[in-house]
């Protein structure tokens, strides 16, 4: 069955770097795979979505990467801020069409 | 928009009790879903609707009932709790089951003593 790593240890950075974080699959390429932000006691929050046949997908300081070579998507925060820290989750189908979901890496943005 | 509302936000069950968490939206998405959330784990699905009517297991059903009578209910019931359901719960819904966003609630926290 398809399964999804995510760092599971925590990113620490400095406000100003850009954070980099990672999603690796196994067995088959999915057609795309989501990235959402979970902050303590919330739900998660979708940001963005990369097709398959899309290489990189940008919005405003966020981008995603997507190779299918590889299994894995890049997920990018530049010029991070303190509001950037929280949990990112990448999630992608499974064959049967549902959502699995990564356990996600804890970012945290110091001043 | 309140989009994806759960309730409620915490509660405490004793062994063998029984209890329903309530999810509704009002975006008017066919699509809706229950995870459950562990510490360190991704988000596991339990049940999912795919319309009134219709609903199906996902990957850990076991303990668990769903029912789906409107397009914006969809309730969760433990029958019997056991220590093992101790878990955060995420109500989700979204317009399609392919590319679509999900649309998370804020979770219910729930622990089984």
């Known amino acids: 069955s398809q399964k999804i790593e995510q760092n599971s240890e925590a990113l620490n950075i400095q406000e100003g770097k850009t954070a980099t974080l990672t999603c690796n699959y196994t067995?088959?390429?999915?057609?795309?795979l989501q990235w959402y932000r979970q902050d303590p006691g919330r739900g998660p929050v979708f940001l963005l979505l990369?097709?398959?046949?899309?290489k990189e997908k940008r919005k405003e300081r966020l981008k995603v990467t997507f190779d299918t070579t590889l299994k894995q998507s890049l997920f990018h925060i530049t010029a991070s801020q303190p509001a950037d820290s929280a949990t990112y989750l990448c999630?992608?189908?499974?064959?049967?069409?549902?959502?699995?979901f990564g356990q996600g890496t804890e970012l945290s943005v110091k001043p | 928009n309140a989009g994806v509302t759960q309730t409620p936000k915490f509660r405490i069950l004793k062994i063998g009790q029984s209890m329903t968490l309530q999810c509704t939206q009002d975006?008017?998405?066919?699509?809706m879903y229950w995870y459950r959330q562990d510490p360190g784990m991704g988000l596991k699905l339990i049940y999912y609707?795919?319309?009134?009517?219709?609903?199906d297991k996902g990957e850990v059903p076991n303990g668990y009932n769903v029912s789906r009578s409107t397009t914006e209910d969809f309730p969760l019931r433990l029958e019997l709790a056991a220590p093992s359901q101790t878990s955060v719960y995420f109500c989700?819904?979204?317009?399609?089951?392919?590319?679509?966003?999900?649309?998370f609630g804020d979770g219910t926290r729930l622990s089984i003593l």
């Open positions: 989700a819904s979204s317009s399609r089951t392919d590319t679509q966003p999900q649309h």
């Open positions: 067995n088959y390429s999915p057609a795309y």
């Open positions: 990369i097709r398959e046949n899309e």
């Open positions: 999630a992608l189908p499974n064959q049967g069409g549902k959502l699995i």
């Open positions: 975006m008017n998405h066919n699509y």
């Open positions: 609707s795919v319309g009134a009517g219709i609903t």
